[in-house]
């Protein structure tokens, strides 16, 4: 009675990610929330401190990248909080398939529909903050390729609080730490194009940074899923 | 033929038992109830034998071997339904099936809508999850039965919310699976109209040892 | 054979009564030794030429930097032994590191911002080294309010462990990032603290300081993870007797 076709981790990737492709084409709303966040905090900057050109040219890749950050902070509470209390997750996790591969996919769909709009909207609100002439394609560039960090390090937050029914700011607390080193080189290598200066090292760093996360980070997000299921 | 073992085996909470040793062997072929008071930790049992709880002690040998938790193999061969069925609601009956399928590995089955009609849910495959009642979630849950090729079924209260027509399907489709060397394991409050269950009987464990209050 | 003291020191109860015994002596030999490393320092080392008596906050500021930094280590391989033994008496040293490591990290901090105030003028400057020691101050506060946050024990010593294991990994890459972002972005003017130009004789009180500083923190880790084996074995029957006797 047992079938010749053989389970194969192709498929499950594919099937994971047109669910989570389907289920957030369901949720349009959400899709919209970390955008609408980004582009408030940017209304907010002129407000705050002062709407003179020089003054907002010279936060302005700083400003860009720690709102972009934020924002990606926030959409990450729910990434698995539905599954864990629906039952998908213990599906998951009984899966044959590795989970480490399985939860690789909602967190590039989560990069997909968060990192990447974040992506192409931050050139649009570049000129909003006067940013200078040289910075939209490193400002482009380096938030395409740190965002993707972004999305690893969060999962792992998002992984780690799942169990807890109010895990939002307490994700954001343990899990900024490591926004450290994104955010310097995503920020450095945008003042750095401004300045006339070359980026490569930072480019080739962020670069780095998104594919050790790549690898490391799906295993530490299994393990906290699996900690979580078995609680 | 699948076989399980289990030998001095229970389950911990805060390192203490929740129920008396068990030793006994299941083979393909049987539908094995697992009964006991409430707070016996009739769904740990079941949630230990897939691997989704882990503070367990003794010895639980699937062909023989002994497995513990970090290397599970057992997952290919079971199917578990727990208390949350992991039903997407804001997906087609459809859709929920194809994944629970797909995130196996499985090819897309081709049997959804049979699958759905042998659970009462004609013409729902393309009807969103947020329609239905609790019952028709769970049948939904249930409709994988019909189209998985897992030898081990664990169904933690497979019955709930289901009506008695499906409750009788329900037990003619397990019935099936044993006569076919399957293996079922299931909790229920619900008396079974089924032939040759095997009741396995789980003790609370007493509070003593060392226990001081 | 080789692993049975390995399985024995898994054993809160043999590890509490074991170590009944080093308690006093950790205790006295730390206190003695902080007590003449401060002397010395204090009284009869010399003063820095440029800063004056000011600077002789070193004897407190580097020992508990060094600390913060080691106790960090010291809780994420007792976490990860956790993890990969299912030692509990592992996870219980780490929960009682963590609040350790947050406070002397809190104390490096503070007595930079002390020494800050005469030698820079301010009481906070972003220097590469004191951005990093807040980072460090975030990552173990991260580590105590997961392990509060979560009811079961046993899956906030779990959890814990996994996010102080990625902060393990992490700590030498954040490290690296804030001084490139701090000789890249900074004038490097504020190099008072540089190791390599200190002296023998302010050298040797500051080595003493230190080694007296790892033995009050294994002290103390040692009474906290002792407090932390009692209250979770409170329902045995040897922690009940040890209470009975008071």
Known sequence: MMSTDTPSLRRAFWASLRREL?????????????????????????????????????????????????????????????????????????????????????????????????????????????LPEGGYGILFLSLLLGTGSLSLIGAIG??????????????????????????????????????????????????????AWSVMAPFAIAGGLKISVRA | MPSLEFRQFTCQRDGHPLFNPLNFALNGGEVVQIAGPNGAGKTTFLRSLCGLFDEWTGEMLWQGTPLRVPDFSLCSQLL?????PGVKKSLTAGENLRWFFGVQGMPFPGAVSDALAQVGLQGYEDTFCYQMSAGQLRRVALARLYISRAAIWILDEPFTAIDRFGVQNLETLLQRHVSNGGLVILTTHQPLAISGVRLIELQMAGRGGNDVD | MAWQWFHRLGSPKWFYEKTTAWLPWLGFISITLILLGSIWGLAFGPAEAKQGNSARIIYIHVPAAVLAMAGYYVMAISGAIGLIWRMKLSFMVMKAAAPIGAVLTFLALFTGAVWGK?????????????????????????????????????????????????????????????????????????????????????????????????????????????????????????????????
């Open chain 1, 22 to 130: 389907l289920l957030s084409y369901r949720h349009k709303g959400d899709l919209a929330n970390p955008l609408i966040f980004f582009l408030m905090v940017v209304v907010f900057t002129p407000l705050g401190i002062s709407e003179e050109p020089r003054m907002l040219a010279r936060i302005a890749p700083g400003m860009l990248w720690v709102i972009a950050l934020l924002a990606t902070l926030l959409s990450l509470d729910g990434l698995f909080r539905s599954d864990y209390d629906d039952g998908a997750l213990e599906q998951m996790v009984l899966s044959p398939q590795p989970l480490a591969c399985l939860v690789l996919t909602k967190v590039f769909a989560h990069w997909l529909l968060t990192g990447v709009p974040l992506t192409l909207l931050a050139p649009v609100l570049g000129v909003m903050l006067q």
């Open chain 1, 158 to 211: 998002a992984a780690l609080t799942v169990g807890l029914r109010k895990g939002g700011l307490l994700l954001s607390l343990i899990i900024m730490p490591f926004y450290v080193p994104v955010l310097i080189f995503g920020s450095g290598a945008v003042k750095n194009a401004i300045e006339g200066f070359p980026v490569n090292a930072e480019l080739a760093i962020l670069t780095a940074m998104l594919l």
């Open chain 3, 118 to 246: 005469p030698t820079w003028g301010a009481w906070w400057v972003w220097d590469g080294r004191i951005t990093s020691m807040v980072v460090l101050f975030l990552l173990y506060l991260g580590i105590v309010a997961l392990q509060e946050a979560y009811q079961n024990q046993d899956t906030a010593d779990k959890i814990s462990s996994v996010l102080a294991l990625v902060g393990m990994v992490n700590i030498p890459i954040i490290y690296k990032s804030v001084d490139w972002w701090y000789t890249l972005h900074q004038p490097a003017t504020l190099k008072l603290t540089e190791k390599s130009s200190i002296d023998p004789s302010m050298g040797y009180p500051l080595l003493l300081m230190i080694l007296a500083f790892y033995i009050f923190y294994a002290w103390v880790l040692l009474l906290r993870t002792r407090v932390e084996i009692l209250k979770r074995e409170q329902k045995t029957n040897w922690v009940q007797e040890i209470v009975a006797k008071g």
């Open chain 2, 80 to 84: 578990y339904l727990g208390h949350q």
